[in-house]
């Protein structure tokens, strides 16, 4: 994926899953997540979905959700999970030649498990991208009972059968290291997102403080 100084923008709109389960935790990080979008990227539209349902089925739902989303909403649309932090503006992505633009499961020999990072999705809006989103939720949809009961990685196998198996899609694999940093220790960084999984998550104000002192000020549209 590339970035250009003189690419007209086309807007982009974010979009999180929030199921409130009670957790103090969970709620700050969404907090987080929402200002670091309104400090990169002001005056863009930040859209909150979820569904009720167990734990334990919330990666096959938000699928489904997703999917719904796409088809309700005109533009391109930036799905994250709340514990990322936009650390810069996304304002020069070109979104001509892609559909869709993902990050790998993990960067260095991704898990055949986990192809895909459901946590940081691209989408332009496309029939393309629509007919992914629809098959990603079908194709997790279909996975052996065994599976669905302990579905945390459901929706990265549907999303990869459904790279292969949409006609005509057009699919970037993005640089992890600037579309899904996962540090390990607080430091500054390049990337456009960073990505505060497991046990990092108390690392999210550093980051977010981080975009503050670097766009303190500066006109970003």
């Avoid at 940093?181 to 977010?208: C, N, Q, S, W």
């Amino acid at each position: 994926m590339e970035t250009t100084d003189v690419a007209q923008s086309q807007g982009i709109n974010f979009v999180y899953f929030y199921n409130d389960y009670g957790s103090k935790e969970q709620a700050a990080c969404k907090d987080l997540h929402i200002a670091s979008i309104q400090k990169t990227h002001p005056g863009a539209q930040v859209i909150e979905t979820g569904y009720e349902c167990p734990v334990e089925h919330v990666m096959l739902y938000r699928a489904a959700v997703y999917a719904k989303i796409r088809r309700q909403v005109r533009g391109n649309i930036l799905f994250l999970d709340t514990d990322v932090i936009v650390a810069k503006p996304l304002t020069d992505v070109v979104w001509e030649e892609w559909d869709l633009a993902l990050v790998p499961g993990r960067k260095v020999d991704p898990y055949l498990i986990m192809p895909y990072c459901g946590g940081m999705i691209f989408s332009r809006d496309t029939p393309e991208a629509q007919a992914w989103f629809d098959l990603t939720f079908k194709s997790a949809n279909s996975l052996p009972q065994g599976m669905i009961t302990n579905g945390w990685w459901v929706d990265q196998l549907g999303m990869a059968w459904a790279a292969e198996h949409t006609p005509n899609l057009k699919v970037v694999v993005a640089d992890p290291d600037l579309y899904n940093y996962v540090p390990e220790i607080e430091a500054p960084t390049d990337a456009f997102l960073v990505h505060l999984k497991g046990p990092r998550k108390h690392m999210m104000p550093y980051y977010l403080n981080e975009a503050k002192e670097q766009f303190n000020g500066i006109r970003l549209d």
